[in-house]
């Protein structure tokens, strides 16, 4: 299974950006996925997750009414609406395939990993 993020970029602060995340293979329809974020010099940092069905989400508090995590199962895709973007939202963006339908916020909780999209955000 290969997940592959894109839509990362240079934004300034306020604006907004979307990620997605495309999964080689229509199993992890079965199973919970998540964003993660890794600044410089940070460890990985829990962002969102959403359940195999998409009706339950979960969002760091850092983030919590600025961005949208969803997914089409029919696309085999997992997209992050950020809005109001802040300079300290800076980080290399990972997608990730849940080891069950559990959607956590742990690393572990997650088997399989992007490779991760750089987004950048100027004041």
């Known amino acids: 299974v290969q997940l592959q993020a894109s839509g990362g970029g240079l934004v300034q602060a306020g604006d907004s950006l979307t990620l997605s995340c495309t999964v080689s293979?229509?199993?992890?329809?079965?199973?919970?996925m998540g964003w993660f974020r890794q600044a410089t010099g940070k460890g990985r940092e829990f962002v969102a997750s959403i359940s195999r069905r998409g009706d339950s989400t979960i969002y760091a508090d850092s983030v919590k009414d600025r961005f949208t995590i969803s997914r089409d199962n029919a696309k085999s895709t997992m997209y992050l609406q950020m809005n109001s973007l802040k300079v300290e939202d800076t980080a290399v963006y990972y997608c990730?395939?849940?080891?069950?339908?559990?959607?956590?916020?742990?690393?572990?909780?997650?088997?399989?990993w992007g490779q991760g999209t750089l987004v950048t955000v100027s004041s």
């Open positions: 293979r229509r199993t992890l329809s079965n199973n919970g």
């Open positions: 990730a395939g849940g080891r069950s339908s559990y959607s956590g916020s742990s690393v572990s909780d997650y088997r399989y």
